[in-house]
């Protein structure tokens, strides 16, 4: 693993927080392991392992039932990891992967049998080189027909430059970590306001209000810096909001999360039981496993 990479907590708390029955943990990777499943030669960086069976266990000891599984750049456009990881999930994963345009029908029918339900596109540029639009719309012809949704990760600063990509797109979107909001500048100022903008008027598109250990800058234990954010994001759009726990944590610099303090902070950002039913059971049950 690269030389200043942080692992993930090797002793998290069980939280204070009870998750409600069925809670889904909608944002987490594996990492290999490596010696089983490569990293990918473009990466750029190389992790540690975090495989299935530790995510799994944290899965149980934090009160999830399941987990939606991103595809992690660092094992590029191949996704076996993520792949046996639903295949030994006893249906209690889903998966995001990542595709190149030129996949073919029965590839993507196996992923679909698997449990994938979306693509991801990743703009941020630490972690790939994004292509030009073109790319994307080959891949958005392709996951038509099986009627997956797309997850965008990107910076804040960029999403003027997407936007028209963006609001092109007719299926459903969910939008990683707010759309990376600088939580140095106010909830109710300019910057955000386009993000609220994209989810105000466009219904398809979805956010994941997650990450706060690495969007803040005031820091732990309260991240008090980045709840008006996600509190006003729940808020606004209950019905479309995710909440997942982004273990292992890759690139964090600072500090390594306890996974269970994490889950300690979703009463801060959804305060009613309505709130936290819909963000981590309901919203992520209907995406995930009722319409795929
Ligand atoms: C996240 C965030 C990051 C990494 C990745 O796929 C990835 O490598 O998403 C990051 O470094 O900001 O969502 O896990």
Partial sequence: MDANW????PNPSKPTFVLPPGSVDAHCHVFGPGGQFPFAPERKYTPCDA?????FALRDLLGF???????ATCHGSDNSAMLDALRCANNR?????????????SELDEMHEAGVRAVRFNYVRRLVDPEPDAYYHRIVEKIAPLGWHIVVYFEAADLAERWSFFTSLTSRVVVDHMGRPDVSKPADGADFELFLRLMREHENFWTKVTCPE???????????????????VVEEFPD???WGTDWPHPNLKGHMPDDG?????????????????????ENPTRLYWEEG
């Fill in 65 to 71: 039932e399941k987990n939606v599984i991103v595809q």
């Fill in 6 to 9: 942080l692992s993930f907590h």
């Fill in 214 to 232: 690495r969007l803040t800058i005031s820091g732990p234990p309260g991240y008090d810096d980045v709840v008006p954010f996600a509190r006003r």
């Fill in 93 to 105: 994963a889903r998966g995001v992967a990542t595709i190149r345009p030129d996949i073919s029908r």
């Fill in 240 to 242: 479309r909001v995710l």
């Fill in 261 to 281: 303090k994490l889950v300690d902070f979703i009463p801060r950002i959804a305060r009613t039981e309505e709130q936290q039913q819909k963000l981590l059971v």
């Fill in 51 to 55: 495989g299935k069976d530790q995510l």
